[in-house]
């Protein structure tokens, strides 16, 4: 079993920036991939960004040039640097690991935290 634990969200101004952080604890072989998520009332769950474990990211348009994902595997943690920060940006925030849990099966399970409220002010 795998347990993502998110911090780092809060109340900032617009304009303003914030640093998430998710580490990733349990029966962890391999991480192919972390990736952070968005989602707000009545709407669907959508990308922000994602890290491979060799260190590929890959960002929707909208995120691209304010946020900034990064990893440490050594730790099993993925950071979300965010930048610039708008209104729109509000939103909980659900890490997200592919893991693969032992060294004799080659199967990556999905697994999600609980979230991070973010809170951007006008």
């Known amino acids: 079993q795998v347990q993502l634990v998110e911090s780092g969200g809060g109340l900032v101004q617009a304009g303003g920036s914030l640093r998430l952080s998710c580490a990733a604890s349990g029966s962890i072989f391999r991480i192919n991939a972390m990736a952070w998520h968005r989602q707000t009332p009545g709407k669907q769950r959508e990308l922000v960004a994602a890290i491979t474990s060799d260190g590929n990211t890959n960002y929707p348009d909208s995120m691209k040039g304010r946020f900034t994902i990064s990893r440490d595997n050594a730790k099993n943690t993925v950071y979300l640097q965010m930048n610039s920060l708008k209104p729109e940006d509000t939103a909980v925030y659900y890490c997200?690991?592919?893991?693969?849990?032992?060294?004799?099966?080659?199967?990556?399970?999905?697994?999600w935290g609980q979230g991070t409220q973010v809170t951007v002010s006008s």
């Open positions: 997200n690991a592919i893991v693969r849990s032992t060294w004799y099966s080659t199967e990556f399970s999905d697994y």
